[in-house]
């Protein structure tokens, strides 16, 4: 049997949240739409964030309670606070996210807190969340490096990681937030997770900035890891390198992954219009190596 490896598509949440121009909410669903015509399983639709922090988000519980329901198709959505865990209990979401760091810097200056106030927030969405059997997934971001302290121990990320799946996160992402690791480093980290935590309950958030994302989850792959996210046509820059790429394309790790002979449900021509269909509503070229190529030949 092949084995299959879970894609969390984040693309209309921590892609869009990074484009510099806000997407109308039709075209946001459109987005959503297309995905899930793709034969991908988890598709993040946004983060219940005040629009004006974040003015890309506005309205995302909106957009949840607009899309059609599909029993195969896990949506969530990011509820930072409990403010904005009630908006997504609201509208009936059934997993929502919550995120801290590796970093006490990186935190203090996304959240205005320490890491340990910022799980301590998450304490009441996490007891919400347990009554409404609702589930929680974590998000620890600097995984390698941060922007401000440089190199984060990997002990820390591990200590940080079993924080989050002991109030109750039933997975945690690890985010290669600035694309600056390389596959020894992240093999480090994720030895420091694995001498205390099962792989099942991990995933892996790399960027691109670097070029070294697949790369990277290719090292994850052999350690284990059999949870990715992604983002469709590469959606989301990195904002602590001007004009670098973000979070890594879906398409280039659907190439990756099913061409390493891994399942992943995807469907690869939808999954292909859907990333024309956003990159053209972008009117930016698309990053994914895979997706140049695979146009390339389709029109040649």
Known sequence: MTEFVKIVEVGPRDGLQNEKTPLTLADRKNLILDLMQTGLKNIEVGSCVSAKWVPQMADSDVLFAELPKDPNIQFSLLTPNLKGFES?????????????????????????????????????????????DIQVRGYVSCMVDCPYEGAIEPKQVAKVTQQLLDMGCYEVSLGETIGTATPDRVQKVWNACLAQVDTKVLAGHFHNTYGMAIANIYQSLLQGIRVFDSSIAGLGGCPYAKGASGNVSTEDLYYLLSNMGFETGIQVDALMQASRNISDVLQRNNPSNYANAYWQKACA
């Open 88 to 132: 997504a209990l609201a509208v009936g979401c059934k997993e929502v996210a919550v995120f801290t760091a590796a970093s006490e810097s990186f935190t203090r200056k996304n959240i205005n807190c320490s890491i340990d106030e910022s799980l301590e927030k998450f304490s009441d969405v996490m007891r919400l969340a347990k009554a409404h």
